[in-house]
């Protein structure tokens, strides 16, 4: 007698099913294709008047405040470390922790604003602003744009904190958190390309 002919069963453990999930959510993946794509155009024009201002582009970084792009690099490398410290903790249900790096995270990432804060009155006091010629006019533009996002990050990060404190998030549900991680680790990313572009690259 033949034996009974049995389909293959695919077993998916949990695991697997992390393993392939996308982190956050999908809404914050299309928000993030947004920003990519403002950007790259931004990054286009930074080319297009570099060519046809290679002096300026040149000399341009000369009378940028190196050090305060190197902090803004510093503040938000840790500010995102830290939210991947958030995430590994709500992972192992460690709410409060979790907490705890949220609101580091956004208090370090605070000290961007206020960093360009100083170093735009030092631009000032030194005689460059928007007018002072193509390198600072892009310079201004695209920085303060990346600003803005910035603020976006941190208001979601506010909000992540508050949500996480009041125990929104656990190991089995932390999009939020997550779509929150991902947004700011997008801002990260672009800042690692503009701080070369301004400060260091000639």
């Known amino acids: 007698m033949n034996s009974p ?3 293959p069963q695919i077993v998916t453990t949990e695991a697997e099913i992390e393993r392939r999930r996308i982190p956050g959510n999908s809404g914050i993946w299309v928000g993030i294709f947004c920003v990519l794509v403002e950007f790259l155009m931004l990054f286009i024009v930074y080319f297009v008047a570099k060519v046809h201002h290679p002096q300026a582009f040149e000399s341009g970084p000369d009378k940028l405040l190196t050090l305060a792009g190197v902090t803004i690099t510093l503040l938000l490398l840790t500010s995102g470390y830290s939210m991947v410290k958030a995430v590994e903790s709500i992972r192992r249900n460690d709410a409060t922790r979790a907490f705890r790096w949220v609101v580091l995270a956004l ?3 605070c000290g961007y604003p ?4 100083f170093e735009i009155r030092w631009n000032v006091a030194h005689g460059v602003d928007g007018q002072t010629g193509i390198f600072y006019t892009v310079y201004y533009y695209l920085t303060l744009n990346h600003l803005v996002h910035v603020f976006w990050g941190l208001l979601g990060l506010a909000w992540v904190a508050f949500r996480t404190n009041r125990g929104a998030y656990s190991s089995g549900e932390y ?3 997550e779509a929150a991680a991902v947004y700011w680790h997008t801002t990260d990313v ?4 503009i ?3 301004f400060y260091i690259l000639r």
């Open 195 to 197: 701080f070369p572009f």
């Open 190 to 193: 672009i800042w690692l390309v």
């Open 107 to 109: 208090l370090l990432g």
């Open 114 to 117: 206020l960093v360009k804060f």
């Open 5 to 7: 002919c049995t389909e």
């Open 175 to 177: 999009s939020g958190l």
